[in-house]
């Protein structure tokens, strides 16, 4: 069911504008004044003028969850301290134990792909019906807001759960008690000043769209690619123009994903001068997409069987680690 993206190319590395270095906090400052002037907004009721600044502010709040991400892989800050705090305060922002998803997301670059990768259930599973993979793909393009914290928490309790140290999973319980209460407190203080209507507006319209935002970017990465290698079940998108460079900008570069998971602790402006890593060395890789649209429309045309990972083929996929030391040898 994939569809080649482009003809074969030479995949050159691309210098990121100095600017990149800054994203993240560049991205904050644009997120604060876009609740600023939505709040200014609502309390007018120019609703015109809240409509499009709900797509912005979405927009910007899925870029604050790759930052997220990055902070997983302790590189949103040079702190570490500053790492750790950035990514509490996104995380019960966002209903999510950040000590939970940096957790599972090691495995997932670890078992990139396979039946032990969580993160893709249940699209990693050849045995799951067809009917269940289609039902969850809708869940989670279309309620990404409960269904990615869904996904987290059963990896966490489910029987055999591969998180089993006793001091982390007393963390993440913690994490989860501390972000209750942060919201009850939240939720008390919106309902005793009569807020609900500047809460719909200001964050839950905006993050239920940025959920499903980061939804559709997980699966443009992955679901739909059954190969067994890291260029084999990653799309990256490797393009030019004013707005490929800003939804780079804003994407933290993560359309360069197929980077990301070969050299997981490159900072995210260092992600472009690595694309020739996403040249094609085996006969199931192809080379990354040359637009946004393409890789989309490949992800979409596989949404009527998602599945991910060589298993479906069965072929035995190998662990991050045993990529790492063929690479070396």
Do not use: C
């Amino acid at each position: 069911m994939n569809s080649a993206p482009t003809t074969e190319i030479e995949v050159d590395p691309h210098e990121p504008h100095w600017i990149t270095g800054v994203a993240f906090p560049i991205l904050v400052v644009l997120f604060a004044i876009s609740q600023v002037s939505m709040g200014v907004a609502v309390y007018h009721g120019w609703y015109w003028v809240a409509v499009p600044l709900v797509l912005v502010t979405s927009h910007l709040m899925h870029g604050m969850l790759i930052g997220f991400h990055e902070a997983t892989h302790g590189l949103l800050r040079k702190s570490r301290i500053l790492n750790e705090i950035d990514g509490l305060i996104i995380g019960t922002l966002s209903i999510m134990s950040f000590s939970l998803y940096r957790a599972a997301h090691q495995l997932h670059h670890a078992y990139l792909a396979s039946e032990r990768d969580d993160e893709l259930w249940p699209f990693i599973h050849p045995t799951m019906p067809r009917w269940w993979r289609v039902s969850a793909a809708i869940l989670e393009l279309t309620m990404g807001l409960f269904f990615t914290p869904f996904l987290f928490i059963r990896t966490f309790l489910r029987e055999g759960s591969p998180i089993r140290n006793k001091k982390l999973r007393r963390r993440i319980w913690t994490e989860f008690a501390a972000t209750a209460f942060v919201w009850a407190v939240v939720l008390s203080v919106i309902g005793n000043f009569h807020l609900w209507l500047y809460f719909v507006w200001l964050h839950l319209a905006p993050a239920w769209l940025a959920a499903n935002m980061q939804s559709v970017r997980k699966y443009v990465e992955h679901v739909g690619l059954t190969g067994s290698t890291v260029n084999s079940s990653t799309r990256s998108i490797v393009t030019d123009g004013w707005m490929a460079t800003f939804l780079n900008f804003t994407l933290l570069h993560e359309p360069y994903h197929g980077v990301h998971h070969w050299r997981s602790g490159l900072p995210h402006p260092e992600l472009p001068r690595h694309a020739a890593a996403l040249e094609p060395s085996t006969p199931e890789e192809r080379p990354p997409f040359r637009s946004f649209g393409a890789a989309v429309y490949d992800m979409f045309i596989n949404l009527a069987d998602p599945r991910v990972g060589a298993q479906w083929r069965g072929v035995t996929v190998p662990t991050r680690q045993e990529l790492a030391r063929q690479a070396l040898t």
